[in-house]
């Protein structure tokens, strides 16, 4: 049996607490259109993972995936990224009536960025 590589566990995690988030910051926030947060992940995600091609050029850097084998610790630190997002959709049902856009922008960025890690580490494998 093979095994499930875990950038890619990392980033369907990610998926799932994006979701809460934005059902959560949908029902909790305010009276706006009910696809808003949808779409503002969807789009700085998108916007996210199309623009990463040409950053490390830029910017002079080697990228790698979040979860190495050399270092097994990494996936206890990355799995920081869900558990910040699922405190993030925890914010809504506190304050009802605020708009948590932000939130779901970093949350999106977040997402970016492990599936670009997961889509890494299958291009190596």
């Known amino acids: 049996m093979k095994r499930i590589d875990p950038n890619v566990l990392l980033a369907v995690s990610t998926l799932l607490s994006l979701a809460v988030l934005v059902m959560s910051a949908t029902v909790f926030g305010p009276a706006d259109p009910p696809w808003r947060y949808v779409a503002t992940a969807a789009v700085v995600t998108v916007a996210f993972l199309a623009l990463q091609p040409f950053v490390p050029r830029f910017m002079k850097m080697n990228k790698g995936p ?40 970093i949350g999106g960025v977040i997402l970016g960025s492990t599936i670009e890690s997961a889509i890494m580490s299958i291009r190596r494998a």
């Open 66 to 105: 979040l979860i190495i084998p050399e270092a097994p610790g990494a996936a206890v630190w990355a799995a920081i990224y869900p558990g910040l997002i699922m405190l993030a959709a925890i914010l809504p049902p506190l304050f009802p009536g605020v708009s948590f856009g932000l939130a779901v922008v």
